[in-house]
């Protein structure tokens, strides 16, 4: 691990744990045992780690399971393999709730940077469930609204998921395709 | 309304716009043309004052719905009815978000207080989904990831939904509530 990366991780637990108002570059320095200088070397300000952070999580997490649910023609796959992956990622690690808590403190450029990523996951699902719709494979209701129910289960779990014992994942993500696809589901 | 109620009101937008630990109480208090001392006469710390706004929401908004969700009899109309209440006060009011936000910001005790709001939720989604499944009205699926969905479903509103529009509450309630309820529903 390169040290811009070890920087990026070990941030991302201060943000957690004390907040981004609360956590000044000084104190991310001497917890990495870096001068101010150094710091400020790889980050330029605090608003930049924090963009960084962001960023990284969505590299390394996000774009890859965005890229391969886009490959899947049958919309139905699609947003199975979607909402499953996506409620790893939630499962996995708890720094993607940073997106969430502290993204009013992004530039407005940042923000908007950030903003079409979550316009990407709406658009993937609201678009997929549209494509069920015209098929006869999902009833009529709302597909925004759908799209954000499923968001919304999947994103809901960096509130309330036990970071520390591992394991039941696939147990969650089963629950959650299950509940969402029975209930967008056209029923005969 | 009296003066006590005008500040909860107030600051609860600030904490909103600025977030609690950019927010001192001199600020408040200019905001509100009071003097430090009367701001403090009401409020003895922000902390207290955070406390008395998350209260204030929830004996407002949340404590009535869930009265009467559990004088309902039958599980299913008693999740139907929550659940669509439920999404309602999230649609209404973006200042439940600071209860999400800042709770890390409240002390020990009224953490643990705050607590016990999100575990009635809880209990009572579960315990209805439990109570399905023993009738054969919902299917044999983990009842505790079931409850979080649906919290989740309805929780998350408070982060997309357009508060400068109005009136589409009962649509999104509708859709929640329909895609929750097939999507737990023991198909014949």
Not at 11 to 18: H, I, N
Request: aromatic residues 12%; glycine residues 4%.
């Amino acid at each position: 691990m390169d040290s811009k990366e070890r920087i990026l991780q070990a941030t991302a637990k201060m943000f957690l744990d004390r907040g981004y108002d609360s956590t000044p570059m000084s104190f991310i320095a001497g917890e990495l045992s870096l001068s101010k200088g150094g710091l400020y070397h790889h980050f330029p300000s605090k608003e930049i780690l924090l963009f960084d952070i962001i960023n990284h999580i969505n590299e390394k997490k996000f774009f890859p399971i965005y890229e391969t649910a886009m490959t899947i023609p049958d919309p139905e796959k699609r947003i199975r393999y979607f909402l499953r992956s996506f409620a790893k990622i939630m499962t996995e690690d708890a720094s993607a709730r940073i997106s969430v808590h502290e993204a009013r403190r992004l530039n407005p450029q940042h923000l908007e940077e950030l903003k079409k990523n979550w316009r990407m996951t709406y658009d993937l699902l609201k678009n997929s469930i549209c494509e069920m719709q015209a098929m006869g494979k999902a009833k009529k209701i709302n597909s925004a609204f759908a799209a954000f129910a499923a968001i919304g289960m999947c994103s809901w779990t960096l509130y309330w998921f036990d970071y520390s014992r591992e394991g039941s994942w696939e147990e969650l993500s089963d629950a959650f395709v299950e509940i969402f696809m029975k209930g967008i589901a056209e029923i005969e």
